[in-house]
């Protein structure tokens, strides 16, 4: 059986690893988005699906910069048996 500071490490690991899926993911998402918006018609460039867009680009701005200040190079020390 793994220790408690192997498990844990284990799973930060995991965290970390689907973490950086998911930061993919979003800045795809994101940057499909921007494309989209970059290439609006001019006529619908100041209309509702424009800022539907740049709100929605704006949101995953956000999560983005929240999922890339999440920490995993805390340390827990685990209390030994004795």
Same mark, same amino acid.
Request: hydrophobic letters at 40%; zero cysteines.
């Given at each position: 059986?793994?220790s ?12 970390? !690893? ?9 800045? !795809?998402l994101? &940057? ?10 001019e ?8 800022? !539907? ?7 995953? &701005? &956000?999560?983005?910069?929240?999922? !890339?200040?999440? &920490? ?11």
């Open positions: 059986m793994a408690r500071s192997e498990r844990f490490s284990k799973t930060v690991e995991a965290l970390r !690893e689907a973490r950086d899926a998911a930061f993919a993911e979003m800045e !795809e994101r &940057d499909e988005l921007q494309s989209w918006l970059d290439n609006i018609p006529n619908l460039s100041s209309g509702s699906k424009a800022e !539907e867009l740049e709100t929605a680009i704006s949101e995953l &701005d &956000d999560l983005l910069s929240e999922i !890339e200040g999440v &920490d995993f190079d805390r340390d827990v020390s685990f209390p030994g048996m004795f």
